[in-house]
């Protein structure tokens, strides 16, 4: 123990650099700690390891063309960033669209917004030894992560809306699909609540660790479950509804203490809040397209080959037999799904085949130089991400792409508070509280 | 606002109006936007929100205001504004689409506010606080005082535009490395231009696969 001799020794503070690649650290982010024996006095967080010129590239992209470009922000809810960025855009262009799209938006958004907690909830345990629960929550993002791949052609490059609208309509038995889906997130979240929750071990890891005050959240521009865990009960679906956000009754878990347990906690009661929103979502959704007869269905080669021998007269009354990546996007889906307005909409595809005004129409809208052209102006929208209020500010100046596309990514605001979470702690915790965090480089650094 | 009353503005909005939350502080190039041919006004700001509609500005109307809460703060703006006359250039506190030409200074750096009732964590209003700066000029007050994450923000305007704020030292960049060369978000930065450190030296690579048409784009009527 103590010799008498220890208190005249001298101490020495030293550097300890964390990162950008560290195993323990899902992300790439530098973390500079300045270190009293484990104490940690300083602090200094480099980002920008992912830098990938969103927002130039935004500017060089059609205003369509960057909804793949969003994907790739917060690549664990992807879809949410899809619908942010149209949000903005159609603000701008005074766009509104039907219904059955807004709750499709809806749904596609809240089961991003599961897979994004299961992401971080499982993550940061499997960082304090936890793999199971890693496990379970990868294996319950992957059932839902094969939903998504069902709606929207891709796991995690979804791409799903489109300016006034949505790529596609659900595709068949994707209701019970998403039913299936959610037995399985509950028994696993279930399962973890389980594992994780009265865990001693876990407990004395992330209780009372990372604190922040409502005060210090809010000076950070801090928000999301992150603010939650606070006890400021703000999220931008109840306080701005967004959508039909405001016809589905859900309810906004907060926390009291800030800590790396209150946001856990936050995560997972949202998780369950999600899956009511999408469960309401399936009984208020209008009625879509009725399935049509075998008999009225033409393969889409074949209605291209006719069309090519002008044999269109009868063209119209048929419907495309679509590929798998192209399902949903029939006349007959479309106008439930997206704007009545052809500035903003791609055809459906019997008239890009069957038509030549439809085939016009669909060379004006993807041709370079033409495309969609929003009026002059600038918008800023939100919606609530994985993380926070994910913001888009769009400006357009009349072209055919945006002038400026900026994204205020939740994540980067929580990180500006890191080093006030970190100094005064000890290193092991820099694993809890960043896990807590939930950074997305690819968000954060855009 | 004018640059010098950027700092006013903001700790005004802070302390009186109750605005505690920095949503965004971002910059804008406005160098090659070109004139609207028809004013169109969308509304800017946000759902329940109000916007900083200075007095006597002609052009845009006022957003509507969608609650009574809004409306006081925006009538409380209003008055600020009014009050601070001294700080307010007619031309230069031009807000909106209406703003998008005829600009003399090229840069526009864009602080976005939020009024946040932490009890029932609903906003009361929004609003945006937007000024401009020349080439070479510098913001000549920073907010790090007011918002915790106004520091990595004014970094990151530094980073993208070039726009410096004159009371901070040692600016640093925030997501580009310290042996970039330039400002990427200017727009007379190609998005092709390659950097030293990553060549080739030539600073083109015109064949590049994953390259858009270089800006501008076609025009329509090129035909």
Partial sequence: ???????????????????????????????????????????????????????????????????????????????????????????????????????LRVIASEISRITDHLTCIGASAMELGAFTVFLYMIEAREVLYQLVDKLTGARVTTSYTRVGGVKADLPPGFEDGCKAAFVKTREMIAETDKLLTKNRIFMDRVEGVGKITKEDAVAHGITGPFLRSTGVPYDVRRAEPYLIYDRVDFDVPVGSNGDNFDRYLVRMAEMEQSMRIVE???????????????????????????????????MLKYKAKLDQTLEGTQRENVKFISAPNPAFVSPPKEEAYGSIEGLMHHFEMIMWGRGIRPPHGEAYAAVEGGNGELGFHVISDGQDRPYRVRCRPPCLFIMTALPKLLIGGMVADVVPTFGSVNMIAGEMDR | VKPDSVHDA???????????????????????????????VT????????????????????????????????????????????????????????????????????????????????????????????????????????FGNADWFEREVWDMFGVPFADRPGMKRLLMYEEFVGHPLRKDYAIHKRQPLIGPKSGMRPDNPSLNQPYPAVKPDDE
């Fill in chain 2, 10 to 40: 903001l700790e005004t909005l802070r302390d009186k109006h109750g605005f505690n939350l920095l949503v965004d502080l971002h910059g804008v190039d406005w160098s090659t936007a070109s004139p609207p041919s028809k004013l169109v």
């Fill in chain 1, 280 to 314: 309401q979502c399936f009984k208020q959704i209008p009625e879509g397209p009725h399935t049509l007869s075998p008999a009225e269905m033409k393969e889409a080669f074949q209605m291209v080959d006719e069309a090519k021998s002008g044999e269109t007269e009868l």
């Fill in chain 2, 43 to 146: 509304g800017e700001g946000s759902v329940g929100g109000a916007s900083f509609v200075p007095p006597g500005k002609v052009g845009a109307p006022a957003p509507e205001a969608t609650s009574a809460t809004s409306v006081t703060v925006r009538v409380g703006l209003t008055e600020l504004m009014q009050k601070e006359s001294s700080s307010v250039d007619a031309d230069e506190a031009e807000i909106g689409p209406a703003a998008l030409h005829g600009r003399k200074a090229r840069f526009e750096v864009v602080y976005r506010l939020l009024s946040l009732d932490l009890e029932s964590g609903m906003p009361k209003a929004r609003c945006a606080v937007k000024t401009r700066v020349a080439e070479g000029e510098a913001v000549p007050r920073s907010a790090m005082d007011l």
């Fill in chain 1, 1 to 103: 123990m103590n010799s008498p001799t220890a208190e005249h020794l001298e101490t020495k503070s030293f550097m300890l650099n964390m990162g950008p690649q560290h195993p323990a650290m899902h992300g790439v982010v530098r973390i500079v700690l300045k270190l009293k024996a484990e104490r940690i006095v300083d602090c200094d967080v480099e980002i920008g390891y992912m830098h990938r010129a969103f927002e130039k590239h935004g500017e060089s992209e059609t205003w369509n063309n960057v909804i793949p470009w969003t994907d790739r922000l917060n690549y664990v809810s992807p879809l949410i960033n899809n619908v942010g960025y149209v949000m903005a855009v159609e603000k701008l262009a005074g766009a509104t669209i039907p219904e059955r799209g807004q709750y």
